[in-house]
């Protein structure tokens, strides 16, 4: 099985010292005093603006960033702290949603894309879920746009524990299909 490999510089335009890792990254200062680029060379991430994987997170595949505040749409300076890679999955999908916190409210199965929850389910609003198999990502709008958040397998009770101020309302959701 191939592995990720993504390399983060201090600097912008892949300047300054580097890290490179295949693994699960929960503080990136351990290594650099900041990080304003990455170039991924293989598999898929997820990088976050804050440590342990909290705050605004983005998805990146094979290829160059040249400069993280364009990445994640923010103003600040050094704003990847964390990274996750995300295996990949063979087999089918599974995840159940929920209207509200601890499994409550409506509830949901997909085992699909989901362009608009709305829509598709009569739900306004997802606050938990529960990944049986594979790994997903939730948006903010209909049609994968807008802020994202990456699952895995487990259970997510209450989604404001996962560190983003202004917790989104999440609107559409997509499987995370391939590595590169």
């Known amino acids: 099985m191939a592995m990720g490999r993504i390399i983060f510089y201090e600097d912008q335009n892949f300047q300054g010292r580097s890290y490179e890792t295949s693994n ?3 503080e990136l200062t351990s290594y650099l005093s900041r990080c304003n680029s990455c170039r991924v060379e293989s598999g898929l991430f997820m990088v976050y603006e804050k440590p342990n994987f909290m705050g605004h997170q983005m998805l990146v595949r094979r290829g160059e960033y040249p400069d993280n505040q364009r990445l994640m749409g923010m103003n600040t300076s050094d704003c990847i702290r964390s990274s996750r890679m995300i295996p ?12 509200r916190e601890n499994f409550g409210g409506q509830m949901h199965e997909l085992m699909d894309d989901c362009d608009n ?16 198999e594979g790994h ?3 948006f903010e709008q209909p049609n ?11 259970e997510y ?6 560190g ?8 559409s ?7 590169c």
């Open 88 to 99: 990949m999955h063979r087999g089918p999908f599974r995840m159940r949603i929920y209207e």
């Open 117 to 132: 929850v709305m829509d598709r389910f009569r739900m306004s609003d997802c606050q938990s879920c529960n990944v049986m």
């Open 144 to 154: 994968y746009r807008g802020r994202m958040m990456y699952f895995r397998p487990g």
């Open 136 to 138: 997903w990502l939730m």
């Open 173 to 179: 959701i997509r499987r995370i299909m391939d590595s």
């Open 157 to 162: 009770r209450n989604f404001r524990e996962m």
């Open 164 to 171: 983003i101020s202004n917790m989104p309302k999440f609107s």
């Open 24 to 26: 699960d990254c929960p």
